[in-house]
């Protein structure tokens, strides 16, 4: 009977140490791609260019929030419902520079790879808690959200490392992403739709055919860790047909509708073209490290039917360095690789460039050098080469080919 009872009390702590009282918790699995949080149970408020973005930077699950560069932040008021003393916030972050704030005080988070956590002591008679992530430096990604008492489980530490990867059927040189799991748990692996691939127990993935499916990998939870799943999203294209050739010109540029025409063939998408539009919207543009803007383009200026130019940059492949060198209802023609993004989007995949801007090119600018017998030689997208390059150049303002 002692014996019983003993083993009985012993659980019952057990189970106390891992006791927890969920205060509040945010995945924005509930929002869209593009969407602002605001108000609700919480009152949530964001500022800057804060909004949720269909990625997992963070190491969670797509969607999640994008905290806006310098002076973007997202808050929450949390009712305490009586609760007092030890509460503790946790998240997810690819950056370790935002700030976190509890009722104005700011407050030191413990890092462990992507994973913060903090303690606050809570006074009694305190209503709410207002949480505040600041980001005074570059974009930032935020995720899993949970406020709580109690002692916590340890995060699971699964991650796929990327949201999306496209491979292609048949081809040797195919890249899958390898699982995270430096705690050594034991995983259960899904695909959403077979037909397309699917994987083993050892995480080997088979393809089927061409589409899209979510790839999987859970984990159930124990007395030590939380329950975990990440996905990723898996898109396989059909073998392109032959060796097709899509390459033109600026003066011949494809329509928008014409380079969604080609990524839904899938031919010829490992060649750089030229597509000209008008700037439908701004999603962002970077000024600081990276220098590049993700915005979308279409043939009548609307957002009806649009291409996603992601993370391109600006006249002859220079890096951006002022939001407004472009604005909505700029006519460009952008040079870059087309692809179909995470099986959904039509897009100008990273790195293109703007060949020309309401008709003036990057190569407009280097006229001043004509008068030189050693002017300098651009390509059409506008970048310098060097006097071994080949293919149609530009010295002199003028147009040659080098065979």
Excluded: H
């Amino acid at each position: 009977m002692k014996k019983t009872l003993l083993f009985l009390v012993s659980l019952l702590m057990t189970m106390g140490a891992f006791a927890q009282t969920t205060l509040w918790s945010e995945d924005f699995s509930s929002y869209k791609a593009d969407e602002v949080p605001s108000g609700g149970t919480y009152n949530y408020v964001c500022e800057g260019s804060t909004k949720v973005f269909n990625e997992a930077l963070s190491g969670g699950t797509a969607p999640e929030l994008l905290v806006g560069r310098i002076g973007g932040s997202f808050s929450a008021t949390v009712p305490t419902n009586g609760v007092t003393g030890t509460v503790n916030l946790a998240f997810k972050s690819n950056k370790n520079w935002l700030k976190v704030e509890i009722n104005g005080t700011e407050i030191k988070c413990t890092q462990s790879g992507n994973d913060y956590s903090a303690t606050v002591e809570v006074p009694s008679e305190t209503e709410n808690l207002t949480v505040k992530f600041s980001n005074s430096s570059k974009n930032a990604r935020l995720d899993n959200i949970k406020l709580f008492t109690g002692t916590a489980k340890k995060a699971p530490g699964l991650s796929w490392g990327t949201a999306s990867r496209t491979v292609t059927l048949g081809a040797d040189d195919n890249q899958f992403p390898v699982l995270t799991n430096g705690n050594n748990l034991p995983v259960t692996y899904a695909s959403s739709v077979e037909t397309v691939a699917t994987i083993a127990s050892d995480g080997t993935i088979t393809l089927g055919s061409a589409g899209t499916t979510e790839i999987t990998a859970s984990f159930a939870g124990n007395d030590e860790y939380e329950a975990g799943e990440v996905t990723y999203t898996l898109t396989v294209k059909e073998a392109s047909s032959g060796d097709a050739d899509i390459s033109n010109t600026p003066e011949t540029a494809y329509t928008v509708a014409k380079a969604i025409e080609l990524i839904a063939a899938n031919q010829g998408l490992d060649t750089k073209v030229y597509v000209k539009g008008k700037i439908a919207s701004i999603k962002e543009v970077d000024t600081g490290q990276y220098g590049n803007a993700t915005y979308d383009i279409s043939d009548d200026g609307t957002t009806a039917t649009t291409l996603t130019v992601y993370r391109g940059y600006y006249l002859g492949g220079e890096k951006f360095t002022a939001e407004d060198q472009i604005k909505v209802g700029d006519e460009v023609v952008v040079y870059g690789k087309l692809v179909l993004y995470n099986g959904k989007t039509n897009e100008i995949n990273t790195g293109s460039s703007i060949y020309s801007l309401n008709g003036t090119t990057g190569i407009n600018k280097i006229a001043s050098d004509a008068s030189a017998n050693d002017a300098p030689v651009y390509n059409l997208s506008g970048q310098r080469v060097g006097k071994n390059a080949k293919g149609v150049l530009i010295k002199n303002g003028k147009k040659y080919v080098v065979k």
